[in-house]
């Protein structure tokens, strides 16, 4: 089977991933055909599709990495705290600093699903899983606040850095991540948490 789930990438598919993971960030997932990606990563088309067996597995795969940098990355964030409070800030500390090195083009997975207008594309669910565990980890961290009712403060906290993402790539409020994160700290203040 050739799928890179099972089997360990080598040097050339580690290559082709890297390079077709710029260009679709960069360029859109849409614009950028398999022709370009062989070219700019110095393979045959072949190639590409003998590791990855088809664009749209290539295109998963690019999600699923950048979601696994970002997972990783916030979570590192947030368990550097054991304050609950803390743990929710540092969520939008971590979106404003993953902004400024990772974001220039907004929300990979957002950009994705509204690129990959085919409702049974797999990168869409990539989308969505990111989506759903990012509101669950809201809800979590605020269930862990003692919070009243952690599923409303956690589903508006999860709107908030949303609307952070957008507000900085959409609108260009450069601060817009520490903006969510004052907010954040009013609301939780507002549902009687402190820290």
Known sequence: MRTTERNPLTPAARRVLAVASELFYTRGINTVGMELVAEEAGVTKKTIYDRFGSKQRLVVAYLRGRDERWNDFLTSRVEAHEDPVARILATFDALGEWMDRENERGCAMVNA??????????????????????????????????????????????????????????????????????????????????G
Do not use: C, F, W
């Open 113 to 194: 699903y509204a690129e990959l207008s085919d409702p049974e594309h797999p990168g869409r669910t990539v989308a969505e899983e990111q989506k759903v565990r990012l509101r669950e980890l809201y809800r979590d961290l605020s269930a862990e606040t003692g919070a009243t009712d952690p599923g409303v403060l956690g589903d508006t906290l999860a709107m908030l850095h949303e609307g952070a993402v957008v507000g900085r790539n959409v609108t260009g409020i450069a601060d817009a991540a520490a903006t969510a994160r004052n907010a954040a700290g009013a609301l939780l203040r507002a549902h009687g948490v402190e």
